[in-house]
């Protein structure tokens, strides 16, 4: 009786490894893709709050079209996004100043290729109309 209880806790040890072994993969593989991913995401949320910041200083200081696309193309270009000038759309509405950048940045997880899309957008409102 006792070789046979100690013949199956040697079993239970080694799925215990097994287990420990496969959740350390899949960690390492959370780790890996966050540190491919996380980054495009950081650096769309800080576009977007510089966009926001253009949007409102173009309404007030009366900036031009091109003023402001100049200044969002040098954020984007310190943040090392791959957007183009082109990519920057700039629109006067009704009740002010409305910036949007598309922009698509490619993610390769050695094992998986995919895109990430994004297209921040920011209004700046003109409180005289």
């Known amino acids: 009786m006792n070789r046979q209880s100690y013949s199956s806790r040697s079993a239970e040890r080694g799925a215990g490894k097994l287990k420990a072994i496969i959740y350390f993969a899949i960690l390492i593989v959370a780790v890996f893709v966050a540190f491919k991913t996380v980054p495009s995401y950081v650096a769309e949320f800080q576009l977007k709050d510089k966009m926001s ?22 954020v984007i270009q ?4 791959p957007a183009k000038r082109d990519d920057i759309k700039v629109a006067n509405t009704n009740h002010g100043i409305e ?10 997880l050695l094992f998986y290729q ?5 297209t921040p957008t920011s209004e700046g409102r003109d409180i005289m109309k």
Do not use: G
């Open 99 to 108: 910036i949007s950048v598309s922009y698509t940045v490619p993610v390769d």
């Open 78 to 81: 310190d943040l090392d996004i």
């Open 53 to 74: 910041e253009q949007a409102r200083f173009a309404v007030v200081n009366r900036y031009t079209e091109d003023q402001i696309k100049d200044n969002i193309y040098k």
């Open 114 to 118: 995919t895109d990430l899309n994004f």
